[in-house]
């Protein structure tokens, strides 16, 4: 009975994600303040564009496994479709996010790494978007290290580098949402649709 009664009095999570657990006793911030690792990821991207007069599509799909990604790369135009063979490579890629807004990564691919430090923090509710509160992040870098060059940022009016929509938080599952779409000016057009899921 007493142990029903603390659950009772025990203030809950509020949902942010639509994926998120329906009940969690640790606060979002608290969940997401882990070291997360790419477990698997699924993703596409299309880019449609003009040259000569002609439309042409380029797809590719992304799958990982938790060890490699492959890709897949298609162009499709007036004489067809060409479809590369698959590239397999090894990947992986980590985000660590501290409570106090502290935040580093690394992305390894193909033996290659690049590695951040800055910090994050939760994007509020917006109407426009139609996100919730706390339902994605935004990551500034200060610090990055590409191909052993280092680089460094500083000042108070950092813009932000990173941008994850946390389609689920749970305390050992970290889902992030791709959806993008870019219209330019010549009619072009590029999006990226998916999902990649971190493990603590």
């Known amino acids: 009975m007493f142990a029903a009664a603390g659950l009772m009095l025990a203030t809950p999570s509020c949902k942010k994600g639509e ?12 969940r997401l303040s ?5 477990s698997s990821a699924e993703y596409t991207t299309v880019d449609v564009y003009d040259w000569g007069g002609d439309t042409y599509t380029s797809t590719t799909t992304y799958s990982y496994d938790g060890t490699n990604m492959t890709t897949v790369t298609s162009l499709a135009g007036p ?8 590239d397999v490579r090894t990947y992986s890629e980590q985000h660590t996010f501290e409570k106090d807004g502290a935040y580093s990564g690394s992305v390894t691919d193909d033996g290659d790494t690049d590695s951040f430090e800055g910090f994050w923090a939760f994007v509020g509710k917006s109407k426009v978007q139609e996100l919730k509160k ?21 000042g108070e009016s950092l813009f932000p580098d990173g941008y994850m929509m946390l389609d689920r938080l749970a305390g050992d599952e970290l889902v992030v949402a791709l959806d993008y779409s870019a219209t330019y000016s010549n ?3 590029y999006s990226i ?4 899921t971190y493990t603590e």
């Open 19 to 30: 994926n998120d657990p329906a009940l969690s006793l640790s606060s979002r911030k608290a």
């Open 34 to 38: 882990k070291n997360w690792k790419l």
């Open 79 to 86: 004489g067809g479709t060409v479809t590369n063979p698959a």
């Open 134 to 154: 706390k339902e994605a992040v935004l990551i500034t870098f200060t610090k990055t290290i590409y191909s052993g060059n280092t680089n460094t940022y500083d």
């Open 187 to 189: 009619g072009d057009t």
């Open 193 to 196: 649709t998916g999902t990649k």
